[in-house]
Structure formats: C-alpha cells, structure tokens
C-alpha cells in the first residue's frame, strides 16, 4: 500500500522559510515522478510542482518559480519542498502526491495528508 | 494557464438518485496521437486528502465503485454517480494534465437532498 506522510508544516512569518518533507513507502520511489499540490483554507487544489523520477529535471508554477525548490532523496525514499520568501498567498495544506505516469503531463495517483503551511506575522 | 470550469458548484441528490458534474476546459484537452483525454476527476471527502476517482477522462481508477462514471471529450467532460450513496457527499474536482501549469476546476460539493 502506497503510504506518503508529509511533515514540517508550521507557523511562518512573511519573508521566513520552511522546508517540508514527506516520507514514501509501499512503491518504489526510484521509478516514480513527485509532486506537491496546495490547498488553501477552505479552497481548491492547486498543482506546485513536480520532480522527474531521479531529481534531474523539476518544474514550478509561475508563482513559487525562484521561491520554492522541489529536490528528493532517492536512498531515503523522500520528497522536499524547500520554501523561501514566504507570503501570505502560500498560506495552505501542502500535499505530497505520486504521480501516475512520470512527467509534466500527468496526474496524481496517491496522496499524503498534508501538512499545514501558515504565513503571518 | 488552462481555465477549468466546473458546474455546479453545489448540488444536492436524494439518495439512489444520479448527480452530474460538469466540467469545461478552456483549450482542448484530446491529443489525437494517442486517442485520449489529459482529464481526471478527484473526490475529497471533509478532512481527507483528495483520491483519485477517473483517469483519461474516463477509465475509473482500481477499486472506484462502478456508478462512478466519467464521459466528455476534447472541452466538455461529465462526472456521473448513477446512485448516489451517502459515502458519496464529497467535493469533486477536474483537472487538466494536457498542458503546464496542471490545473484544477474550483469543485462541486455533493451533498444528499
């Protein structure tokens, strides 16, 4: 059974920094591409970013592009989201999710928890 | 970015009874080199992370009940529950995987009448 479990999340002041983790288990993490997906309190799903298989290639949303950085670590079978430079706006449950086919184009088979993110001063 | 735009924002359906989710895409999202829509549908139950539910617009993912039904091509797509059941009332979203940025619908709350 898939399981992610995402940690880290945290009352932040704007401008602050947080880096999230989220430990995968029950697939081989190696051979699958990552993600993050954001919700905001009371919101929808917004897609953040994603990582190919072997941390080679990664891709942002316009807005966190030069702020967030998605890395992982293959040995240890987890997934980072590096955050700098917070604002208010990134204020959400941050979601860690497999995705199905490995890609930009592509979606999410499985889901963590999440953890909470909480800018404000 | 590709707009999704879902309708209803909220519906209630008595139980045994079909719900219908809309969902539109503001580009096309068919890829003809390959015969498939870059559109799945999620549930999100209050509390929980969303599960995905329907992939390529139309095949239902392992272990989805079978009155879990997805149909549409290139712009327009459907979510049907045929018979509602109450483990149902959730929060549905779309989301388009043919284009960068991914992106989602803003959700349909399904609720019993």
Known sequence: EVQL????????????????????????????????????????????????????????????????????????????????????????????????????????????????????? | DIVMTQSPDSLAVSLGERATINCKSSQNLFYNSNNRNYLAWYQQKAGQPPKLLIYWASTRESGVPDRFSGSGSGTDFTLTISSLQAEDVAVYYCQQFYYTPRTFGQGTKVEIK
């Open chain 1, 5 to 121: 479990v995402e940690s880290g999340g945290d009352l932040v002041q704007p401008g602050g920094s947080l880096t999230l983790s989220c430990a995968a288990s029950g697939f081989i993490f190696s051979d699958s591409w990552m993600s993050w997906v954001r919700q905001a309190p009371g919101k929808g799903l917004e897609w953040v970013a994603c990582i190919k298989k072997d941390g080679t290639e990664d891709y942002y949303l316009d807005s966190v592009k030069g702020r967030f950085t998605i890395s992982r670590d293959n040995a240890k079978n987890s997934l980072f989201l590096q955050m700098n430079s917070l604002r208010a706006e990134d204020t959400a449950i941050y979601y860690c999710t497999k995705d199905r086919r490995g890609g930009i184009y592509d979606f999410h088979d499985s889901w963590g928890q999440g953890t909470l993110v909480t800018v404000s001063s």
